[in-house]
T-cell receptor
């Protein structure tokens, strides 16, 4: 099955700096890669996603890049703000059902 | 947007009793719902996939007789933790996929915090 690895496990940045979280996957059949933000005790919220036919996608301060050859994808957050502090999860899937989640990255944005 | 609710949001029960958690899609029909378990500071672990009108598909290592899943309608799936023990204490989150939309996206419920004493 698919194996998704996520790094780093914790990330601390100064407000205004950029943050990058990286994930690798093992199954070349995976074709959908969502990113979720989860605040403490709350539900994961989809913040951006990318399909395998696209190399990059951007939504305001958030962008995701995908390298299918190397089987890795990354989340980029620019101009970070304290409200960006949360745990971020990447995931991968090759069908509509089974999402394989990364282990999570706790992002701390210091004011 | 698509909304998924869960009930209860938290529950405390005694060891040996059973607890039922409901997951509802409020504004769409969910042909498929998913149940996850999340331990503190850990990732989401898929427990099972439930399809409306058929038996749930459990992930390896998840006890079918302990975690009973019923997807009785296109808007409701339930997870029953039978004969609960303290080690079952966890955060249980459901998600649902809008089959009509034809997308991969899963919409998550707010989660249920289960504490078994």
């Amino acid at each position: 099955g698919e194996n998704v690895e996520q790094h780093p496990s914790t990330l601390s940045v100064q407000e205004g700096d950029s943050a990058v979280i990286k994930c690798t996957y093992s199954d070349s059949a995976s074709n959908y890669f969502p990113w979720y933000k989860q605040e403490l005790g709350k539900r994961p919220q989809l913040i951006i996603d990318i399909r395998s036919n696209v190399g990059e996608k951007k939504d305001q301060r958030i962008a995701v890049t995908l390298n299918k050859t190397a089987k890795h994808f990354s989340l980029h957050i620019t101009e970070t703000q304290p409200e960006d502090s949360a745990v971020y999860f990447c995931a991968a899937t090759d069908n509509f059902n089974k999402f394989y989640f990364g282990s999570g990255t706790k992002l701390n944005v210091k004011p | 947007g698509a909304v998924v609710s869960q009930h209860p949001s938290w529950v405390i029960c005694k060891s040996g009793t059973s607890v039922k958690i409901e997951c509802r899609s409020l504004d769409f029909q969910a042909t498929t719902m998913f149940w996850y378990r999340q331990f503190p500071k850990q990732s989401l672990m898929l427990m099972a996939t439930s399809n409306e009108g058929s038996k749930a598909t459990y992930e390896q290592g998840v006890e079918k007789d302990k975690f009973l899943i019923n997807h009785a309608s296109l808007t409701l799936s339930t997870l029953t933790v039978t004969s609960a023990h303290p080690e079952d204490s966890s955060f249980y989150i459901c998600s649902a996929r809008d089959g009509a939309a034809g997308t991969y996206e899963q919409y998550f419920g707010p989660g249920t915090r289960l504490t078994v004493t």
